[in-house]
């Protein structure tokens, strides 16, 4: 698996209007918050937003916290890389986009009102009856989420650092504390107001990114410049599977395409809609904004490649600096600063996902499961938000491989304990409670086993085969199996509103 984010140091960005582009930008974060802080009154409000967002900011939301900063940094240096390849990973997004509405979407927010749900462990103990899933799905969550914060973090302090000159230390607890100044204080409902304005920046920039690209890669004849000049230096990237094996190319289908409909920081974002029954339009929404935030993912990627055989760039010594390179070369600065406040943004957003979902788990699913109850959830979230973000701030200080292996770790995680429990389960009457259970343990050992090995190097999966790939799909057979086998113990009795729910 490729990794996730940036973890080695951008070129400098330090440049006026760069630097006062990203300050009106986190002025207007901080506007956001302090918005949001005033309508925050109770757990509801900071976890679920109180069940009030209409389906456009809610598109929005899940855009940006879909694409968090790979698309405008590894994404396109992965293009570079590795050619039309690197089309599969998003690809499977359409796919993902409408299965996430017609499998998860529905289901997830009418249970949420049933059952007064906040969380996705607890979708999880509400389907099997089982607090001992929701205790795994809740720790599952935790670990993930400390890991995948730690990356962003440390991205989003690479950022600052590139365009502020503060050196990286300080630019990963800046960016943590303005992230956490508006999570602590508005909760979910700042994240997603300000995802809504992180969400539009991205599509604009990237829309007004892609149209610079095909002028300057192309040298005025567009993507059919591109495709020759490349094609001339470099047959193997445009072919079907670009540089990639067709295992590897397909590999990253499925373990995007499958894995998606379970990361949390994204689905648990369902609850929060205000009627079910404009659910009909998201898919339609959520596609229109990733393939317009998506253009540059390609562009970018396919014009440096160009103007590096054209003699106009240099060879990159590493992929991920297509982006800032490209910028600072071929567009105006003024679009420039606005990509890269679209990065920093895209980052807070993620961040501002990971903060909630991580802070619900430790105060609402940890003491479920152990049939406890916290008194002020309100307060014990925010306390918790604090800590997991000081924790994850000060993994990320870690800086190189191994931040970046907890990014792939987390991933991981997330998909191969919640895709057979959360998205295979609630549309499958026949799973059970041992099923579940033995599928999101065996996603959390086979994850965390084979991802330290190959960390390690001690063992090295054959090309294209990713741990995070063979950990679904582990969980997946486990899932099916145990079930079959425990079908007609107690464990396979749904209660009669779970059913309903299912039955919609």
Do not use: C
């Given at each position: 698996m490729i990794a996730l984010l940036q973890t080695a140091a951008l070129p400098s960005l330090k440049q006026p209007t760069i630097v006062a582009v990203a300050l009106v930008y986190f002025a207007i974060v901080a506007a956001i918050g302090v918005w949001a802080t005033r309508r925050t009154r109770t757990a509801g409000d900071?976890?679920?937003?109180?069940?009030?967002?209409?389906?456009?900011?809610?598109?929005l939301a899940a855009m940006a916290a879909t694409v968090s900063g790979f698309v405008f940094i590894g994404g396109p240096g992965f293009v570079y890389g590795a050619g039309v390849g690197a089309l599969y990973l998003v690809l499977s997004a359409s796919i993902t986009t409408s299965m996430g509405a017609w499998v998860l979407a529905k289901r997830l927010r009418l249970l949420g009102?049933?059952?007064?749900?906040?969380?996705?462990?607890?979708?999880?103990?509400?389907?099997?009856?089982?607090?001992?899933?929701?205790?795994?799905?809740?720790?599952?969550?935790?670990?993930?989420?400390?890991?995948?914060?730690?990356?962003?973090?440390?991205?989003?302090?690479?950022?600052?650092?590139?365009?502020?000159?503060?050196?990286?230390?300080?630019?990963?607890?800046?960016?943590?504390?303005?992230?956490?100044?508006?999570?602590?204080?508005?909760?979910?409902?700042?994240?997603?107001?300000?995802?809504?304005?992180?969400?539009?920046?991205?599509?604009?920039?990237?829309?007004?990114?892609?149209?610079?690209?095909?002028?300057?890669?192309?040298?005025?004849e567009g993507l059919a410049g591109i495709s020759r000049t490349i094609s001339a230096a470099d047959p193997e990237f445009f072919g079907p599977w670009g540089k990639l094996?067709?295992?590897?190319?397909?590999?990253?289908?499925?373990?995007?395409?499958?894995?998606?409909?379970?990361?949390?920081?994204?689905?648990?974002?369902?609850?929060?809609?205000?009627?079910?029954?404009?659910?009909?339009?998201?898919?339609?929404?959520?596609?229109?904004?990733?393939?317009?935030?998506?253009?540059?993912?390609?562009?970018?990627?396919?014009?440096?490649?160009?103007?590096?055989?054209?003699?106009q760039l240099p060879p990159l010594t590493r992929p991920d600096d297509a982006t800032p390179l490209f910028l600072l070369n071929a567009t105006p600065v003024l679009l420039a600063a606005l990509v890269f406040s679209g990065v920093a943004a895209a980052i807070m957003s993620t961040v501002n996902s990971f903060m909630s979902i991580g802070a619900a788990a430790v105060t609402h699913d940890m003491p479920k499961a152990l049939g406890r109850r916290v008194s002020n959830e309100l307060l014990w979230g925010r306390v918790s938000t604090v800590v997991i973000s000081v924790l994850a701030a000060l993994l990320a200080q870690l800086s190189g491989t191994l931040v970046a292996f907890l990014g792939i770790f987390g991933w991981g995680l997330f998909a191969s304990t919640l895709v057979p429990s959360l998205a295979v389960g609630l549309n499958w009457p026949g799973a059970t409670r041992e099923g579940a259970v033995a599928s999101i343990s065996t996603g959390l050992i086979i994850t965390l086993v084979f991802e330290t090995l190959a960390y390690f190097k001690a063992y090295t999966f054959p090309a294209g085969v990713s741990a995070s790939g063979l950990a679904l799909v582990l969980s997946l057979l486990v899932f099916f199996g145990v079930s079959w086998l425990t079908r007609r113990g107690p464990g396979a009795e749904i209660d009669p509103d779970v059913r309903m729910v299912m039955d919609l």
């Open positions: 900071f976890f679920v937003a109180g069940r009030k967002i209409g389906v456009l900011p809610l598109a009102e049933v059952r007064a749900l906040m969380t996705i462990p607890d979708a999880i103990g509400a389907r099997y009856r089982s607090p001992s899933a929701q205790g795994l799905a809740g720790a599952a969550i935790i670990i993930a989420v400390v890991g995948y914060m730690a990356t962003n973090i440390l991205a989003l302090g690479l950022v600052i650092d590139a365009v502020f000159d503060v050196g990286l230390t300080a630019g990963i607890w800046l960016g943590m504390t303005i992230t956490l100044a508006y999570s602590v204080a508005g909760g979910i409902l700042a994240g997603v107001y300000t995802d809504v304005f992180q969400g539009t920046l991205m599509a604009v920039a990237s829309l007004l990114v892609f149209l610079f690209a095909l002028q300057a890669g192309g040298g005025g094996t067709p295992i590897a190319a397909l590999s990253l289908f499925f373990v995007f395409g499958l894995g998606s409909l379970a990361q949390p920081h994204v689905v648990h974002k369902f609850y929060m809609l205000r009627d079910a029954r404009q659910l009909k339009w998201y898919p339609a929404l959520m596609s229109v904004a990733l393939i317009m935030t998506l253009l540059l993912y390609f562009a970018v990627g396919v014009a440096t490649k160009s103007l590096v055989v054209q003699g």
